[in-house]
T-cell receptor, first 116, second 114 residues
């Protein structure tokens, strides 16, 4: 299994500012996924972060709003830029187990973001 | 396109009774199916998965799920519910059209009363 440390665990931010969320994994992984969970909703994939290449964004998510860094195989950051109250959500990073796609994915504990 | 449906927003069960949380799926390839649980203010915890093999899959905390190909279902079950099982449960399927991320159902809130 993978141990994922995500921080901050929660934050309250002013609209118009930006927040960077960090995700640290205890092992090297090729892919890292960033999800958003809006209040009372399911998880929606924001983007896939591969080391050494640009992140791949899902429909409805753009790099200017959610820039992602992936400097090495154990770390990634997601920035929520120019925040508005609609960005209030739980943001989670995820990695597949070392066995690849036959295995389950592991999740960080999430970052609960409130924009006021 | 792959999708997952959880038809119940909430399931209420008395402690000690059996519980079932329903999930149906639609995939274009082999269905790789998962159940996760989310406790308040916590991340997602993996419960169990179906990749291949026996249709009855056993997982963590006494949970099990039955894969039914003809009904395209993967219902989560537990013979005897505990109050501590109260949480939000998500069914998910591997998205073969993407880079292998998971597509989640909308979640089912399980409430177990003493």
């Amino acid at each position: 299994s993978a141990v994922i440390s995500q921080k901050p665990s929660r934050d309250i931010c002013q609209r118009g500012t930006s927040l960077t969320i960090q995700c640290q994994v205890d092992s090297q992984v090729t892919m890292m996924f960033w999800y958003r969970q809006q209040p009372g909703q399911s998880l929606t994939l924001i983007a896939t972060a591969n080391q050494g290449s640009e992140a791949t964004y899902e429909s409805g998510f753009v790099i200017d709003k959610f820039p992602i860094s992936r400097p090495n195989l154990t770390f990634s950051t997601l920035t929520v830029s120019n925040m508005s109250p609609e960005d209030s959500s739980i943001y989670l990073c995820s990695v597949p187990d070392r066995g690849g796609l036959n295995t389950e994915a592991f999740f960080g504990q999430g970052t609960r973001l409130t924009v006021v | 396109a792959q999708s997952v449906a959880q038809p119940e927003d909430q399931v209420n069960v008395a402690e000690g009774n059996p519980l079932t949380v329903k999930c149906t799926y639609s995939v274009s390839g082999n269905p790789y199916l998962f159940w996760y649980v989310q406790y308040p203010n916590r991340g997602l915890q993996f419960l169990l998965k179906y990749i291949t093999g026996d249709n009855l899959v056993k997982g963590s905390y006494g949970f099990e799920a039955e894969f039914n190909k003809s009904q395209t279902s993967f219902h989560l079950k537990k013979p005897s519910a505990l109050v501590s099982d109260s949480a939000l449960y998500f069914c998910a399927v591997r998205d073969w059209g993407s880079q292998g991320n998971l597509i989640f159902g909308k979640g089912t809130k399980l409430s177990v009363k003493p």
